[in-house]
């Protein structure tokens, strides 16, 4: 058997791999739940005065330290449990030498509470501290994150828990807040500088890989060998893989194998939130159905299903019903399969079961490339995700760049058009077509309640998803948000249409702030809310949306690398209170 886990203790080494040999009891709690000085229970804190402050501190993982920005010391920052109908001042210091942020992700706040420097507050000063005072008026699984430069990819991020006012929708004896992210030992500014040069070494088609490699490069052996095995082709699933990350759950990796409890027989609710920088995951629990009922803090009916794909930033709640004495393996596995998060949820501590290994890198088909329609060309060639063969890529073949489909410009900064486009949200997410059980899609999304707003949308906005991927450049409609687009305007409580129409070969997690949008997914009447959407390649999504939201508010791709490329928008709604119409 080759698992992460073993491969990973092979390499490392260290204390830390005895865990996989179940040494029951033999170790201390915090080495088998917890990497050393992290107790293995998430920090909380509850109440209307909460002090955040945001630091430096090393992390280590894997038997390795690395710097981080962590919120009060630690990694993830702290969860914040708080309940429907309280008011709350969060006290925010910056101890870091640069301007910092926290936007409250999937809370309905005053635009000025929001977070977002540039856009709706100035930011917080070094060595200063600003509160943030609301009321919260919600319920449900949420998270928090800086909206500052790179810092998220850095550590700075937490859980965010609202219980209901009243009875709670959803019945459990017992939850978990499982937070899954990204980790790496490299700068975010040299995986991003690294980004853009792989793109001009696939333009350029003509060293090969270990020419490039040997160049001129100042790393360390091993750093070249974890950039060499980066893999970051035109049709590739992922911008980032294992090579550079360590996948991250509730802060430890795969070795140190945060561990759940639960009792037989009772029902678990876990919450799981994606805080990863920028990678998407594929979850699952072999030997136990996930029943979910929530996604993004919003109440869905139950479904259950085996396995479901989590964009950055999306929530999901689950219910899980072990009723054996035994461990389960929680799998969450990144998109292009090159690495995963694991965790365990058993009865006791230093129980475990077995790792699967990752399964085969996923192939892109010709839905993935915008030709979903186009029944006939589909020959079930699907193009390996990694190759630059595919055919679609053949730009003789096929003019990539129909402008005549699109009413933007397209620059050297839009590398394709999709031809085709389709409404994807009953497609369980790239890679997972085939895996022989149930996997979620957006379809099977109802939500609990009946939405509220029943009008019809009156106005259609067609919003393109753009890049060029050999050159790492991201964008909305073609242009990034530093060459100063207009601004994408409602009038307030306005019932609008927005259909997003991916013209890439990524998956985007496209987030709005401020608001909640129901996806039209045939479900009317019961659309499902969400604060974040995955649009799949090649595919378009719609959404209603009530603006009822006044003033300015960030729309953008919550691939962190994506945004800071620029594929972000400002959404203005007006006016605002006090103004005249
Ligand atoms: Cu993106």
Redesign the pocket.
């Known amino acids: 058997m080759n698992t992460l886990i073993e491969r990973r203790a092979i390499l490392r080494g260290g204390a830390l791999g005895a865990v996989g040999l179940g040494l029951t009891g033999l170790l201390p709690a915090w080495a088998q739940s917890g990497t050393a000085g992290l107790a293995p229970q998430m920090p909380t804190l509850s109440g209307e005065d909460i002090r955040l402050k945001i630091g430096h501190d090393a992390f280590t993982v894997g038997g390795r330290t690395g710097h981080a920005v962590t919120i009060n010391g630690v990694l993830p920052a702290p969860l914040l449990r708080l309940r429907e109908g309280q008011n709350v001042r969060l006290h925010v210091e910056n101890a870091l030498d640069e301007d910092t942020s926290i936007h409250w992700h999937g809370l309905i706040v005053p635009f000025q509470m929001d977070g977002v420097p540039g856009i709706s507050f100035p930011g917080i000063k070094p060595r200063s501290t600003f509160t943030y005072e609301f009321p919260i008026k919600q319920s449900g699984t949420y998270w928090y994150h800086s909206h500052s430069g790179l810092q998220e990819q850095l550590g700075h991020y937490g859980p965010l828990v609202i219980d209901p006012a009243g009875a709670d929708p959803v019945a459990y004896d017992r939850e978990h807040v499982i937070v899954l992210s990204d980790w790496t030992f490299f700068h975010p500014h040299q995986v991003i500088a690294r980004l853009k040069q792989e793109g001009g070494f696939f333009n350029r088609q003509k060293q090969t890989l270990m020419d490039r490699i040997q160049g001129k490069d100042r790393m360390s052996h091993a750093d070249r060998n974890m950039f060499a095995k980066m893999r970051m082709d035109p049709t590739d699933s992922a911008d980032v893989t294992e090579a550079a990350y360590t996948f991250l759950i509730n802060g430890h990796g795969p070795q140190e194998n945060w561990t759940g409890l639960f009792r037989p027989g009772e029902r678990v609710r876990l919450r799981i939130i994606n805080s990863a920088a920028q990678t998407i995951f594929n979850v699952r629990i072999p030997g136990l159905r996930m029943t979910v009922v929530g996604t993004d803090g919003q109440y869905v009916r139950p479904v259950v299903i085996d396995e479901f794909q989590i964009g950055n930033a999306e929530t999901y709640d689950i219910i899980v019903e072990p009723t054996e004495d035994r461990a389960y393996t929680f799998v969450a596995e990144s998109i292009d399969r090159s690495g995963m998060g694991r965790a365990t949820l058993a009865p006791r501590l230093g129980m475990t079961a077995p790792v699967p290994p990752l399964r085969k890198r996923p192939l892109l088909g010709m839905k993935d490339m915008g030709m979903g329609g186009m029944g006939g060309m589909d020959h079930g060639s699907g193009a390996r995700a990694g190759t630059a063969t595919a055919p679609a890529m053949d730009h003789g073949s096929m003019d990539m760049r129909d402008k005549s489909k699109v009413d933007f410009k397209v620059g050297v900064g839009v590398d394709m058009i999709a031809p085709n486009p389709v409404d994807r949200t009953g497609d369980p997410g790239i890679g997972l077509e085939n895996v022989g059980h149930k996997v979620l899609t957006y379809k099977d999304l109802v939500n609990l309640h009946p939405n509220t707003d029943t009008r019809v949308p009156t106005r259609n906005v067609e919003i393109h ?1 753009t890049g060029n991927m050999e050159r790492f450049m ?1 964008s909305i409609d073609g242009q990034k948000l530093s060459e100063n687009p207009e601004p994408i305007r409602f009038e307030r409580n306005e019932r609008a249409r927005l259909t997003l129409v991916n013209d890439t070969m ?1 998956t ?2 496209m987030h709005l702030h401020g608001h909640f949008f129901e996806i039209v997914n045939g479900n009317p009447g019961n659309q499902p809310l969400k604060h974040t959407i995955m649009v799949l390649p090649g595919g378009k999504v719609s959404l209603d949306l009530t603006a009822d939201a006044p003033g300015d508010w960030a729309f953008h ?1 919550h ?1 962190l690398y ?1 945004m800071h490329a620029g ?1 972000m928008r400002v959404v203005t709604v007006r006016p605002l209170d006090g103004e005249a119409a």
Request: charged content about 0%.
């Open positions: 998803l991201w990524m985007h997690p791709c691939l994506h594929m």
